[in-house]
């Protein structure tokens, strides 16, 4: 997942470790620069996981990518929005295995699958398309299975969270409700004025 947000008077993003590791993965298909981002050639993580990009290009370029969803999408999504996205994705992965899987021409009816997914790249569908090696075909299949990956992560990613969200405020409910010594001796106190 990644934040875009204002420090002071400059934008800036984060984004997650995991994001960074599937970018890794299929690095042919990915703006070079990004891995040029300081936090990134230094490996700073922040407590929550997360790099800090500052590079104004790299922020826009990060910003453009359909596999890396933004955190508050996801955050003003309902549970049941997040597991419909999850389940689908899931299903749309091993739906892309199986028409990968053996296949070495893309015939007509993967492509306008692979255009209908809005969580993928649609220039590694067009560097598919064109004439290349099957080297490359292959890295570029790849490229597209990881982009459904790193999205769906972030689904269950921030499923996790609004779980522990939920679980936490049931918590702190329950334990607005303990009868306690000093709530029941504020209880008679009130009912006798004193």
Known sequence: MKITGKEGNRLVAYVKNRDVEILFSMKEFVNPELFNEKSI???DVNVNGYYKITNPENIKYLNQLPYIPEYDTFMDMDTFTLNSIETKNSFDLQRLILMFDGNDEIS??????LNSLSCIDKN????L????????????????KQQIRCYNYSVREMMAIKRRIAL???EEEKK????TPKKVLKK???KLNI
């Open 188 to 190: 008679i106190k009130s």
């Open 129 to 144: 398309d064109s004439s290349r090696p099957p080297k490359e075909q292959e890295r570029a299949r790849f490229a597209l």
């Open 176 to 179: 607005a409700k303990r009868i």
């Open 108 to 113: 007509t009816d993967t492509l306008a699958f």
């Open 41 to 43: 050639l230094n490996g």
């Open 124 to 127: 590694v569908i067009a560097f």
């Open 168 to 170: 936490q405020k049931e």
